[in-house]
């Protein structure tokens, strides 16, 4: 195992770990404990953006097991604001607390420290909430370790669950010679303008396309400039799979407010660099909707999978049972895959 793993980081192109902050093995994908769903959480006025990420996050179960550990908290010595402290507090608040319903303090108190562009009371864009709340707990794991390479710090519990690669490979088309290179990622941002489902999105992705000529290729075979074609695939995929489905139309600004289908088990492999093997199983356990006539305004609620293996819908402080048809019928804005 440990030669196939310095293996794809030779690949890669990218220098091994001096150090390892969390060991993969470490991680637990299934619960360690099961119970009812946890509490609601209150809407403050326009904080349904950070409800609902909390949420999806909470009900993450390698990230959930991990928080409920402890761990983190029990070696920080961070001084004032620590994400991950912060989310350890959050977490066991609503998965422990008896209230129906519980106020995230914490995070709404220091919200300029998860993201400076966010303001009490004002609406927000939940996937921008998510980018920053990770980078925030990225940041909180390696606040005594300032010393690391960065092939080391991509060995945090956050990147150890969140994190996958692509690999882009462009191929000259007078010669055949390939370039690869390779990009990490937390999620995966998609075009659905075109599409009606997950499935076609992602095999529009994977295929190959012609560069256009502003995207002037250099061949180091030709040596010379010339016509060249790209591939984008998934080369190592995350544990945890987050993709976010573009709602706002970017040349016009406006919503696409359209049913695009995605399944609740979804097999990675035809979109990897290696399509052979066995399939790469990915379960759907957490969605992120938003309601309203435009993506400026409107309203952000969710729907996750607790530990007992239930969907529930959570829209603020209101938690109720739902069924999976309900939730494979969503226009759905986030997806949470976890393998």
């Known amino acids: 195992m440990a030669a196939r793993g310095n293996n794809s980081y030779i690949a890669e192109g990218r220098a091994l770990p001096q150090s390892i ?14 119970q009812r769903p946890g509490a609601g959480l209150f809407n403050l006025g326009n904080t349904c953006y950070i409800n609902v990420i909390l949420q999806c996050l909470t009900y993450t179960p390698p990230l959930a097991n991990y928080l409920l550990s402890y761990e983190h908290s029990q070696l920080c010595q961070q001084q004032g604001f620590c994400m991950m402290c912060t989310m350890e507090e959050h977490v066991r608040k609503v998965l422990c607390s008896p209230a129906s319903a519980i106020l995230p303090g914490a995070v709404l108190r220091d919200l300029k420290f998860i993201g400076e562009e966010f303001e009490y009371g004002r609406q927000e864009n939940a996937y921008k909430f998510l980018r920053c709340t990770l980078s925030a707990m990225q940041r909180a794991c390696l606040s005594a370790r300032h010393d690391l390479y960065i092939s080391s710090q991509e060995t945090t519990i956050i990147h150890q669950i969140f994190r996958g690669f692509m690999k882009s490979r462009v191929t000259c088309l007078s010669c055949q010679a390939v370039v690869d290179s390779y990009k990490a990622f937390l999620d995966i941002s998609l075009d659905i303008r075109a599409a009606s489902s997950l499935t076609t999105v992602l095999e529009d992705c994977v295929t190959s396309k012609e560069l256009d000529q502003k995207e002037c290729f250099r061949c180091i075979k030709c040596k010379k400039k010339a016509a060249a074609s790209k591939r984008v695939t998934v080369h190592r995929a995350p544990r945890v799979l987050m993709l976010c489905l573009e709602r706002a139309d970017q040349w016009t600004g406006t919503k696409i407010s359209k049913f695009v289908e995605y399944p609740e088990y979804l097999d990675l492999r035809p979109y990897m660099s290696d399509t052979a093997g066995e399939p790469l199983l990915c379960s759907l356990y957490a969605i992120v909707v938003h309601s309203g006539d435009t993506c400026l305004e409107g309203h952000f609620l969710c729907y996750t999978k607790a530990s007992n293996g239930l969907w529930y819908k959570m829209d603020d ?22 393998r």
């Not at 902050?21 to 099961?34: A, G, S, Y």
């Not at 739902?322 to 895959?337: I, K, M, S």
């Open 21 to 34: 902050v969390f060991p993969p093995e470490k991680i637990c994908m299934d619960w360690q404990r099961r």
């Open 317 to 338: 402080e209101f938690v109720d049972s739902c069924d999976t048809h309900t939730v494979l019928g969503q226009q759905a804005y986030l997806l949470f895959y976890a």
